[in-house]
């Protein structure tokens, strides 16, 4: 079974769930996950984790995003996109002067209304099943932080380009609302692109038919990145012989020569065994993407 990361270029009009369903065809595994679901409009940067590697899907060390989104001003719709139902319009006011005006504002740690089209679950059912019945269910705000906001021009009236760094768990359609209201403005997404998720950016990425046909010449295993990439931050601790084999048992080595933290473990010969604590002088296995034996 391959084992790995395979970031993929998320196509526009499929969803993270279908892309993971085309994918276990592709490699012939069920043992599949992915870091960050995107909107079927978006595009971008979708880490796939495959095989063993899935153990590490929530153990990343680094949960931020950055996206390119297209903010159109004007109209308001169910969904905070253009693939909703328009449900009020109004003349434009404002402009490029205002838009930058508000955009410090949003800057830093703020609370945020996950919107009634998204796959947050209240009392066990997701808000999306709900909305789709015309049904408005109570939501609470949850934290998130906006790290930075670029200006990127104005393709078209009443269209304008912003580059946003952000925490996991931010939804790019509701901060656009909320920046055209700043504005006094009315406004919807009309375009998204996600160009970096955690460690992974826009150029490890593969389209689908990069995928496929990589595939087709039986050289897909050289488009995975290896699951240690994951947590490349770590110091890295080379184990001998005896503390692998310890690793491997899942007993501790005592009076180990290293200072106390959280540590990536390679053997002597390289290969990344996974993660591990030294406390007090003990190393302690925390998690292996090698089979114990």
Known sequence: MMQGILIVDNPSGWTSFDVIAKLR???????LGHSGTLDPMATGVLPVFCGAASKAVDLQLNHDKAYCARLRLGART???DITGRVLETRPVTAG???LLAVLPDFIGPRMQLPPMYSAVKVNGQPLYKAARQGLEVERKPRPIEIYDIQYGGSPAQGEYLLTVRCSKGTYIRVLLEEIAAAMGQLGTMSGLRRIQAGVYGEADAHTLE?????KEAETLESLLLPVESVFASLPLLVADERAARHLYTGCPTSRYPAADGRYRVQDEEGRFLGLARVEQGVLKVEK???ERT
């Not at 065809?25 to 043992?31: A, E, P, S």
């Not at 990069?210 to 990589?214: D, T």
């Open 96 to 98: 490029e002067a205002e």
């Open 210 to 214: 990069e995928i496929l046909a990589a």
């Open 78 to 80: 169910d969904t905070g």
């Open 25 to 31: 065809g592709v490699l012939g595994t069920r043992k």
């Open 288 to 290: 292996l993407f090698v």
